[in-house]
């Protein structure tokens, strides 16, 4: 029978929940269903594999350390070997060797060398952390004009090493800026006149330099493109290739194990409106490091990546404001008694992350380094806080000021907690002043987190404004700045660009942490480059992401 009520309206006086609507973005589905799941790791093979890489790696060692060689052949080998993803085999050779020619570096020097191997060796300088001064390219402008001379024009693979080095500028290394934009604009001009490997390289590099590519991938690039560069010493081609193979076993077994774990986590039936990117998120974690010690790392900072996507899919793509703010104060509180404020669909979710987290520092406490897994578990906390910030804009209708958004925008790049998440696995040499500096929030861990922000903004704000979300990076600075949407996106591009000088800056030497824990930093802004230079790969990863984890992880016979 049903009440009425005094305004006469009739109300059913059965308990009826009224379902909210709902901001759902059906996500297109996985791309690749349970298909890494089968996998089994044959550990005599793997073990075999590491046992044939000990002579040829011997080999190159003694040919990184041969006084005899000459100073440009030995940069370039130690390009090929940074190119390729061995720098790490032979890290305090390869440091002496350049610690030594780079006491030696004479401008005079540099006036007879052509191009291409002054762009070589100033790559491999700056990569390895030495400032080789800009000005070695002085001499390629006429002084006259002002502009890169005729002769640099005709010279297609001195452009390609002057554009890749340019990559590595700095603030306030001009020529660098102009070589960046005039070998852009010279190489696009004849990319589709260039025979053989040549174009190859052009193009490759053109879609993405080397510097913003994920190292792992690049590897294998420069190991199909430049094989005459990589056969020049036979046991460098042996090694790379061995090394693949080792490689490509363990990381399909990490695969393997956070499929697994997803699955039986059943997020994808407890919370069906996330997008379901398993393998994407573990190559995101396999760009941070691919070293073959840092197996543990990866699988821990991808099982909390995984929790980070459902928790921003939550927020953006289904909770109710309601619900964001019980979460949220359930996350802040930390403690499974909060699960009964929490409606029923995300209560899985919550004992997980939290279960997850306990087990995590039960193993961290083992080694006395449990600290790593409350900067985690802290920073876990702040980008909830700011999703809730953002959710609070948008229930609201408020379009933030942009310094307003970029405080808060830093904190939902999620390079904060990705990157402290990270060290969580990296062992011993994630001490308390490895911490303490990344709690100091450095110069260049804000540059990554900007770069993750914006760029994913530039490339997704239409798709969350159509949805209603009031701030993103794009329309705050519309807002705050009176400009066009074009202007707008121009200017983020160029605080991006600036960002990447200050990472650039970052890793020269005296550096303030070692290039360990600088690594993670960079490559998190690396794979923003892989993921979100073209689209937004993430969300639709048909594209780059299908195309590497199929390098990586499918088919491919070791070599
Ligand atoms: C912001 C960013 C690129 C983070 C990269 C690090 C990372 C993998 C975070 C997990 C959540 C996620 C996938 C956000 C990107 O999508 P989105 O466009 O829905 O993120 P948004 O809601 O913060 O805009
Ligand atoms: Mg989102
Ligand atoms: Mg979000
Ligand atoms: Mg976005």
């Known amino acids: 029978m049903?009440?009425?009520?005094?305004?006469?309206?009739?109300?059913?006086?059965?308990?009826?929940?009224?379902?909210p609507v709902r901001p759902l973005a059906n996500f297109p589905p996985s791309v690749w269903g349970d298909r890494f799941l089968s996998f089994s790791l044959d550990n005599t093979e793997l073990e075999g594999y590491a046992k044939a890489m000990e002579e040829p790696k011997e080999v190159v060692r003694r040919l990184i350390v041969d006084p005899t060689m000459d100073s440009n052949k030995k940069l370039?080998?130690?390009?090929?070997?940074?190119?390729?993803?061995?720098?790490?085999?032979?890290?305090?050779?390869?440091?002496?060797?350049?610690?030594?020619?780079?006491?030696?570096?004479?401008?005079?020097?540099?006036?007879?060398?052509?191009?291409?191997?002054?762009?070589?060796n100033f790559q491999v300088f700056r990569h390895l952390g030495h400032k080789l001064p800009c000005d070695?390219?002085?001499?390629?402008?006429?002084?006259?004009?002002?502009t890169f001379k005729e002769c640099v024009t005709k010279d297609v693979k001195g452009m390609l090493g002057l554009y890749e080095s340019a990559q590595l500028r700095l603030r306030g290394e001009e020529i660098l800026d102009e070589a960046a934009e005039f070998t852009v604009t010279q190489l696009k001009s004849v990319v589709n006149t260039l025979e053989g490997k040549l174009g190859q390289q052009v193009m490759q590099s053109l879609r993405r330099p080397f510097h913003q590519g994920m190292p792992m991938v690049e590897a294998r690039f420069y190991f199909a493109n430049y094989d005459e560069e990589c056969s020049t010493h036979e046991s460098l081609t042996k090694l790379a290739k061995l090394h693949f193979n080792y490689l490509q076993l363990q990381q399909k077994e990490e695969l393997r194990i956070v499929s697994k774990w997803w699955k039986d986590m059943r997020f994808q039936e407890t919370t069906p409106y996330i997008r379901d990117r398993v393998p994407e998120i573990y190559l995101w974690i396999l760009g941070l490091y691919f070293e073959p010690r840092y197996s543990l790392a990866r699988i821990i900072a991808t099982k909390i990546t995984l929790f980070l996507v459902v928790l921003d899919d939550t927020y953006d793509a289904y909770a109710t404001i309601e619900e964001i703010r019980l979460l949220t104060d359930a996350i802040n509180r930390w403690d499974i008694s909060a699960m009964e404020q929490l409606p029923e669909y995300i209560r899985p979710f919550f004992k997980i992350l939290l279960d997850e987290y306990a087990e995590l520092e039960k193993q961290l406490a083992k080694e006395g380094r449990e600290k790593s897994v409350f900067a985690s578990k802290e920073a876990f906390q702040d980008i909830a806080n700011g999703y809730l910030e953002e959710a609070e804009w948008t229930n609201s209708g408020y379009v933030a000021s942009f310094p307003e958004y970029m405080k808060n925008g830093l904190i939902t790049s999620a390079y904060n907690v990705i990157s402290k998440s990270a060290l969580v696995g990296m062992g011993e040499m994630v001490g308390e002043d490895a911490l303490a500096w990344y709690e100091s929030h450095p110069k260049t861990l804000q540059a990554s987190e900007l770069i993750s922000r914006l760029q994913d903004d530039v490339m997704t704000y239409q798709f969350e404004r159509e949805r209603g979300q009031s701030a993103t990076g794009v329309d705050s600075y519309i807002k705050t700045y009176g400009v066009s949407e074009k202007e707008a996106i121009n200017e983020l591009n160029k605080m991006i660009e600036n960002a990447w000088k200050d990472i650039n800056e970052g890793c020269l030497k005296p550096r303030e942490v070692s290039m360990d824990l600088l690594a993670p930093i960079v490559n998190l802004a690396r794979m923003i480059d892989v993921v979100y230079r073209y689209d937004d790969g993430f969300t639709f990863p048909g594209k780059t992401m299908k195309e590497y984890i199929t390098l990586l992880f499918v088919g491919s016979s070791p070599m």
Not at 7 to 15: A, C, D, E, F, I
């Open 2 to 19: 049903a009440a009425v009520e005094a305004n006469g309206t009739l109300q059913p006086n059965t308990k009826t929940t009224i379902e």
């Open 76 to 120: 370039s080998l130690i390009y090929s070997v940074h190119r390729l993803g061995l720098t790490y085999m032979f890290l305090q050779d390869v440091e002496a060797q350049l610690d030594k020619l780079f006491k030696e570096f004479n401008l005079q020097d540099y006036e007879e060398v052509d191009l291409y191997t002054t762009s070589i």
């Open 136 to 146: 070695v390219f002085n001499k390629f402008k006429d002084s006259s004009s002002g």
